[in-house]
């Protein structure tokens, strides 16, 4: 028995351990983890590890001494099966029942998989984990046609990692425009150009109707009839929450596992946190979300690390997120779903410029190209929900710091 059992060895996972012993946590600690590797960096994943610029180690959230000296039990290559809530203890797909103090869920989730025929071939590929990337990196050389299909954060950077390869990528999106669930429409139609500008064969609206192929991949079939040639395929089309033990367990949730503001399930001395946490978010309106990124598992783990210690916090961080492609950093703050207005900031075609989203004229989330600066200091404008006038918003002579001041 534990005194607290981290199911995770992901980014919030990772991040709750450090936080507890941050804080002066005595007690002992075992982290669970189905992947065999110490918890690593997972963004770098469809950027700088898919390249080849990051080696394995580099991308390592904490080097091994680390867990060593601060005496947190690493159980890797183990998977929760269940979870008995009753008597505070899990148990692994290798048998082992393993009792817990304190539970935090830090499981994430799996791809979505295509729903197609041909979906299982060698070749077509997901990415979430690094056997995913190295599974990938080991077929390259053979690929000269790749297709990507999702027009979402990961499919645009892992389709401009494949371009810079020098490989022939075509990238289907199902919807109008790519990155249509997180960003307004001219941030959309901005990086599909970026995208056509490198070579990448830009297809919205597209239909895919089935992969192809006799045991590998050899092209995927639209509905209109068309067959695109492919020896690779990436499919990145979102993720599914792990929570089934925890569901099965008895607690609420659904798309996710609901947890209130402290990260607490339905369930005693059980928090879930990170991508798998639906959990009612102030920067969208309260409403439950689940968020997908480093900076919500990591805020979302001290938040839980805290809590065991005795504090009285509730989640209120403010969402942010990064994407790189080519030479672009996109930094996003705040939730732009539900905008009503849109300002832009700085000229497009000059590569540096930021989207800042209004709703009923208060500013909920800016998304900067290029344009740290603009991120930096719009940050307390979304935190703050300001009011400000969009003549003033737009003269990017005028350091957004001013005008939060
Ligand atoms: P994870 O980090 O996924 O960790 C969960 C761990 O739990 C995994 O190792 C999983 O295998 C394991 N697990 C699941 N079920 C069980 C079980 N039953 N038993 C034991 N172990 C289990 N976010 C950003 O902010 N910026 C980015 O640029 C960005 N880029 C990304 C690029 C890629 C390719 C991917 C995949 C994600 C990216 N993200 C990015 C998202 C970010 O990585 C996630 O939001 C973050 O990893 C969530 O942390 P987590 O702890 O909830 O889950």
Redesign the pocket.
Known sequence: RYDVVI???????AQAAIALRQAKFEGSIAV????PELPYE??P??KEYFSGEKAFERILIRPAAFWEERKVEMLLG????SVDAEAHSVTTADGATIGYGQLIW????SPRRLACAGNDLAGVHT???RADADRMLGELDGVSQAVVIGGG??GL?AAAVLAKFGKKVVLLEALDRVLARVAGEDLSRFYEAEHRAHGVDVRLEAAVECIEGEGRVSGVRMASGEVIPAQMVIVGIGIVP?VE?LIAAGAEGGNGVAVDHQCRTSLPDIFA????ALHANGFADGLPIRL??????NDQATLVARTIMGQDLAYDAVPW???TQYDLRLQTVGLSTGHDATVTRGDPASRSFSVIYLKEGRVIALDCVNATKDYVQGRKLVVERLSIDAAKLADAATPLKELAA
């Open positions: 199911v995770g060895a992901g980014h919030g996972g669970i983890g189905d992947e997972r963004p994943l469809s183990r998977r929760v099966v830090a499981t994430g989730g990415v979430r984990t954060y990961i950077e792990a033990p946190i990170g991508d798998c997908e990124s480093v900076q919500n598992a997120f990064w994407s």
